[in-house]
């Protein structure tokens, strides 16, 4: 007869593994790291190929520009978006059934959410939020 503790024997095994898999690959950085660093020292022509642009071509400008906030806040709209799509499928899977149960509360739950959301939509649109060109 199993207890409930012995049905979490996989998850357990499953931890270990994720455990001794990171600390394998952050043990197998270090010793990769080392051995190139060795040999580094003791070829001179292996030291021009930590320059940026192994290729040939010296580096020209900063190697990192900035970027502007207007990215960041497009991107942070696509995932809020992203996120009502997300909500949308599991809600239109059930749908039907729901209805089918006499259930009018899902439909009035999501439209208010969709409401929330354009409202966000339109104070996004207002602030010009969606203009690249400024």
Not at 111 to 133: P, Q, R
Request: hydrophobic share 55%; proline share 2%.
């Amino acid at each position: 007869m199993e207890t409930q503790t012995t049905e979490y024997i996989g998850v357990l095994i499953l931890g270990l593994a994720a455990v001794a898999f990171a600390l394998g690959s952050i043990g197998a950085s270090i010793v990769v790291g080392k051995l190139a660093t060795r040999n580094r020292k003791l070829s001179p022509k292996l030291a021009i190929k930590d320059i940026a642009y192994e290729c040939g071509m010296l580096p020209q400008g900063a190697g990192n520009s900035r970027l502007s906030v207007k990215f960041y806040l497009i991107a942070l709209l696509f995932v809020l978006f992203d996120i009502e799509a997300v909500f949308l499928y599991p809600w239109a899977v059930v749908y039907k059934d729901m209805l089918s149960q006499g259930m009018t509360v899902i439909f009035f739950s999501m439209l208010s959410f969709l409401g929330v959301l354009f409202v966000g939509w339109l104070y996004a649109v207002k602030k010009a939020a969606f203009n690249w060109k400024e």
